[in-house]
T-cell receptor, first 111, second 116 residues
Framework: DAKTTQPNSMESNEEEPVHLPCNHS???????IHWYRQLPSQGPEYVIH???SNVNNRMASLAIAEDRKSSTLILHRATLRDAAVYYC????????????FGKGTKLTVNP | GAGVSQSPSNKVTEKGKDVELRCDPI?????LYWYRQSLGQGLEFLIY????????KSGLPSDRFSAERTGGSVSTLTIQRTQQEDSAVYLC??????????????FGSGTRLTVV
């Protein structure tokens, strides 16, 4: 499975924007970029996904580099409830069905 | 139902006993996955069911682990002769069927298994 690289941890202050980076330099043309997050004591939760264009939904925005070798998950105004581990995952078209989770980025939001 | 339901939410068992963990996927979701997460660790894939196809069992750690999915809906993960290293949170997820790279999973809240 294609590999992603994320920082182990990041900190933010409440009500400030947060930019969570992900590197995926071996991405191929048909791989989708997915983001999940896992709040404490809960199962992972789907956040957003994209292929080439930037994407927005009610939870977050996804900015994808023009060469697709990196992407950034943007939380526009962090809240305390956004404290979680954020996973960046590539869904390989035509590859294995299972999602392969890495270590993710642990986001701490300070009040 | 509205989400993926797992039961029990917590299970404490004695070493050597068998346990069964249950997952009720979202209605209409034909794909079902089991993962486990040990304390402070990432998610480890166990097994995947898709419709009537043979399951992908490539993540099962030993032959003490097995899973079935009856009628394309409810799934049961069975661990025989439990060991202390089996202690973890067991997570179930479901998604709309077929391999479509753009589809997301919906996870349940998990079953926390403690083997004493």
């Amino acid at each position: 499975d294609a590999k992603t690289t994320q920082p182990n941890s990041m900190e933010s202050n409440e009500e400030e924007p947060v930019h969570l980076p992900c590197n995926h330099s071996t991405i191929s043309g048909t791989d989708y970029i997915h983001w999940y997050r896992q709040l404490p004591s809960q199962g992972p939760e789907y956040v957003i996904h994209g292929l080439t264009s930037n994407v927005n939904n009610r939870m977050a925005s996804l900015a994808i580099a023009e060469d697709r070798k990196s992407s950034t998950l943007i939380l526009h105004r962090a809240t305390l409830r956004d404290a979680a581990v954020y996973y960046c995952i590539l869904r390989v078209a035509g590859g294995s069905e299972k999602l392969v989770f890495g270590k993710g980025t642990k986001l701490t939001v300070n009040p | 139902g509205a989400g993926v339901s797992q039961s029990p939410s917590n299970k404490v068992t004695e070493k050597g006993k068998d346990v069964e963990l249950r997952c009720d996927p979202i209605s209409g979701h034909t794909a079902l996955y089991w993962y486990r997460q040990s304390l402070g660790q990432g998610l480890e894939f166990l097994i995947y069911f898709q419709g009537n196809s043979a399951p992908d069992k490539s993540g099962l750690p030993s032959d003490r682990f097995s899973a079935e999915r009856t009628g394309g809906s409810v799934s049961t993960l069975t661990i025989q002769r439990t060991q202390q290293e089996d202690s973890a949170v067991y997570l179930c997820a479901s998604s709309l069927g077929g391999f479509v790279a753009r589809l997301g999973y919906t996870f349940g809240s998990g079953t926390r298994l403690t083997v004493v």
